[in-house]
């Protein structure tokens, strides 16, 4: 419904904490609006929030399970205030609106603590704020609860409680990685070891954990935060992301002396996370002999549990997908109709598809003596690499999600 925001509860929302306070002369009006939209945001376990500005609208988004939804108009009356308000409380300069900004905002939800990282863009008809909602609450580091299979968890633990050498999380931007990263940091968080973290955000505090937010101002980029850290006494390291040859050689040389290195990059799938790394300039045997295990992950959307229902499909393309036979006579499939609950989507809440490749020796071997990324997948997937379209059709059989979500999700 767009139905203003008469319905949103903003009485459980505290403004007054660490933000411009409600004191301002922005009037009451937009102070409830711009509350009941971060309250709500919450409350549907939204990822983000659009404030869109148009020629002749003025729209509120939220992005639940990856998709965006439009949740409110902004009434005419307050077009102008609306935005000065997100920007007062995210601390940033109101009366600059020509150039892009960055803010903080922390306030309590419903008794929680929820921060957001704020973003304004001029746009052609006012600025866009983006927030992206951070809240711990949402936030379960638990890693047999992240959808790894019973096999796949087993290679990813072999390679995090090496006391060396590098593992890798590769995906799309909003794929998870973040999460899965911080559950290995989570299950490594034993007080015998210096964790060190270098971040660009600090997503999550995480107690027990050394994280260092990298700031480019002032020359702190991914490769010198490192090159301190390595002066740190670490045994562990998350590196944000490994944008660059610079990181990527600190990044091995941590870990080919005796650190375990937690990085990400972007790659499609996980064997080409060594491609990548050559392409930045990484000598073939570095990679091999510091690369222990790479994860390849996306998000699927989950199926409504209120309006799921059965999904009738020809035996012969399950089998297609690859289906046994012996499962075929009690195999179910589901989608969901959508209702209320999921807002007429059919899906609520996501999980994790992983595709863990576990460099063997013979692996490396195929790589020194440069054998194509495409060889070295089939070879993995011998080996017994599931990969992220079987692990999908997988939580299509446990009736976990569909059959379409599945398939665009993974699209070869």
């Known amino acids: 419904s767009t139905s203003g925001m008469s319905n949103f509860d903003v009485h459980d929302i505290d403004v007054s904490l660490e933000s411009g306070g409600a004191g301002d002369s922005s009037g009451e009006a937009v102070v409830n609006f711009v509350n009941g939209i971060l309250g709500e945001a ?3 376990g939204a990822s983000d929030i659009h404030v869109e500005p148009y020629e002749r609208r003025f729209r509120v988004r939220l992005r639940v399970d990856g998709s965006l939804l439009e949740i409110a108009e902004v009434p005419p009356e307050l077009k102008r205030t609306v935005v000065a308000r997100l920007k007062i409380m995210s601390r940033m300069d109101i009366s600059e609106s020509r150039i892009p900004q960055d803010g903080r905002i922390k306030i309590k939800v ?3 603590m929820v921060d957001f990282r704020v973003n304004s863009l001029p746009t052609l008809f006012g600025e866009k704020v983006v927030l992206r909602i951070l809240s711990q609450g949402n936030l379960n580091l638990d890693l047999t609860k992240l959808g790894f299979e019973e096999k796949q968890l087993e290679v990813f633990k072999k390679g995090i409680y090496a006391p060396n050498g590098m593992v890798l999380v590769t995906g799309p931007t909003g ?3 973040t999460t899965t990263l911080y559950s290995a940091l989570a299950e490594l968080n034993k007080s015998v070891d210096n964790i060190s973290t270098a971040e660009d955000p600090v997503e999550y505090n995480l107690e027990g954990i050394n994280q260092t937010q ?4 002032v020359g702190m980029n991914f490769a010198s935060v490192l090159r301190a850290m390595l002066r740190q006494d670490p045994d562990i390291i998350l590196v944000g992301e490994i944008r660059d040859y610079e990181t990527a050689e600190v990044s091995i040389q941590a870990a080919l002396t005796g ?5 990400t990059l972007h790659t499609n799938d996980a064997p080409s996370s060594i491609t990548r790394l050559m392409n930045m300039g990484v000598e073939p045997f570095l990679v091999t002999s510091s690369v222990n295990t790479i994860v390849a992950q996306r998000l699927l959307r989950k ?3 209120k309006c799921r229902v059965e999904f009738a499909i020809p035996k012969e393309k399950l089998v297609e997908l690859g289906a046994k036979p012996e499962q075929l006579a009690t195999m179910k499939l589901y989608h969901g109709k959508g209702c209320s609950n999921c807002a007429n989507t059919g899906y609520k809440g996501r999980l994790a598809i992983y595709e863990v490749f576990e460099f063997t020796q013979d692996l490396k071997e195929m790589v020194l003596r440069g054998q194509t990324i495409i060889e070295i997948r089939k ?3 011998s080996a017994g690499m599931k990969s992220l379209r079987e692990s999908a059709i997988s939580k299509v059989f446990e009736g976990q999600t569909s059959l379409q979500e599945a398939i665009s999700m993974t699209m070869e």
């Open 42 to 44: 919450v409350r549907r």
């Open 175 to 177: 794929s998870g990685k």
């Open 303 to 305: 199926i409504c549990p």
């Open 214 to 217: 990298i700031n480019k101002d």
């Open 259 to 263: 650190h375990l290195v937690l990085s």
């Open 110 to 112: 419903g008794g929680q």
């Open 379 to 381: 070879a993995a997937v």
